[in-house]
């Protein structure tokens, strides 16, 4: 009882600390070290489940840092023939429950991916389950799924209809994942094309989370040449976490269990990125993850072939003042290059 009280007590203190801060110091100075260095330490005062939690909370109360202002026209781009204002995503996993997306569109992103939403709800796997490698500027997670169900997230989702007008240039995702005990990982799939594609722009299907058995055994070819009959593919996603463990990692949480994400894929996503775009002579657009946290990371990846890029782990901790920075660095690196616009930059490395 006490236990849980005064957990609930710092939680708020946290919580409260970290909103009011934000709100009232940084939107009227938008001080990007500021935010780095007291306001995101303030979160890593509980654990980073919680944190996360926390996260979404003051994101569904509008508490999150805004940037409302347009953004720079070099940014504008295209994406599956939509518009798209900036070539700059949210990745799944962070609102997981389509709790916060609108709000997360007033951050700056172009387009927020909300889920792994799975057909029925499901707790996931065990805490702790999500660790800060802090020297590494990574996160490992091993969430497992754990989401709301299609039901709970469809009932969130359809507001998007109302306030689509209110974003334009802005895309919404869809995530979708399988449950833990699925037998029949399309039927989980189709599902959520049902239930949940009349909601979003574009709908993704998961097949590569390392913490949901059995579910990269979809990955191999003859299951995935079976997937591929069923559904139409427009598009990629390249990649998601990895059960890789670099040597050079140092945090003492780096021999948790789990996919690994942040600085250390940057390298690794991004030759993934231009193998892909070899693979597919550029004619299916990809959208490039795995160790954003910079102008010049997203335009490398763009340059390998992404037609557009989403981050989440720098997010842990820069803030989502980075979003800011990242579509300003960007479009100076755009026009320093002699690019004109986005799409000019996509593949160029292989076009030299």
């Known amino acids: ?46 654990d980073a489940e919680t944190a996360h939690v926390m996260a979404i909370r003051l994101a569904q109360m509008g508490l999150m840092l805004k940037f409302n ?24 996993g962070f609102d997981k429950d389509a709790k916060a997306f609108s709000n997360l569109f007033d951050v700056g992103f172009g387009f927020v991916e909300v889920g792994s939403v799975t057909p029925l709800p499901q707790g996931g796997n065990p805490r702790p389950r999500v660790f800060r490698l802090l020297s590494d500027q990574a996160i490992i997670n091993r969430y497992g799924f754990n989401s709301c169900g299609q039901v709970d997230a469809a009932g969130r989702l359809k507001l998007w209809e109302l306030k689509r007008n209110r974003y334009p240039g802005k895309l919404l995702g869809v995530n979708l994942g399988i449950n833990k005990n699925s037998e029949d990982a399309f039927s989980d799939y189709q599902q959520g094309i049902t239930n949940l594609g009349g909601f979003a722009d574009y709908i993704v299907v998961n097949v590569s989370s390392p913490n ?14 079976d997937l591929l009959t069923k559904v139409k593919v427009d598009g990629l996603i390249v990649s998601n976490t990895t059960l890789q463990r670099p040597p050079y990692l140092k945090s003492v949480h780096r021999i948790e269990k789990g996919g690994l994400s942040g600085h250390p894929l940057k390298d690794i996503s991004t030759q993934a990125i231009s193998e892909f775009y070899c693979l597919t002579k550029g004619e299916i657009p990809i959208v490039g993850v795995g160790g954003i946290a910079s102008g010049q990371d997203a335009y490398e990846k763009i340059l390998a072939g992404a037609s557009a890029v989403q981050l989440y782990s720098a997010l842990v901790y820069h803030g989502p003042v980075l979003i800011k ?3 300003e660095d960007l479009a100076q690196i755009l026009r320093e290059n002699g690019f004109s616009s ?8 292989h076009r030299q």
Not at 1 to 17: E, I, Q, S, T, Y
Not at 21 to 26: F, I, L
Not at 212 to 225: A, D, N, S, Y
Not at 342 to 349: H, I, L, W
């Open 325 to 327: 920075a990242i579509k």
């Open 1 to 46: 009882g006490l236990r849980f009280f005064f957990k609930m007590v710092r939680w708020w203190a946290v919580a409260g600390l970290a909103g009011l801060t934000s709100s009232v110091y940084c939107i009227a100075t938008d001080n990007r070290l500021f935010y780095r260095h007291v306001v995101m330490r303030a979160f890593r005062v509980v």
């Open 69 to 92: 202002s347009a953004d720079d026209k070099i940014l504008s781009t295209k994406l599956w023939g939509k518009d798209l204002s900036n070539p700059i995503g949210l990745a799944a």
């Open 212 to 225: 949901t058995p059995g579910l990269r055994k979809m990955q191999e070819k003859e299951k995935l040449l």
């Open 342 to 349: 986005v799409q000019e930059a996509v593949g160029k490395q």
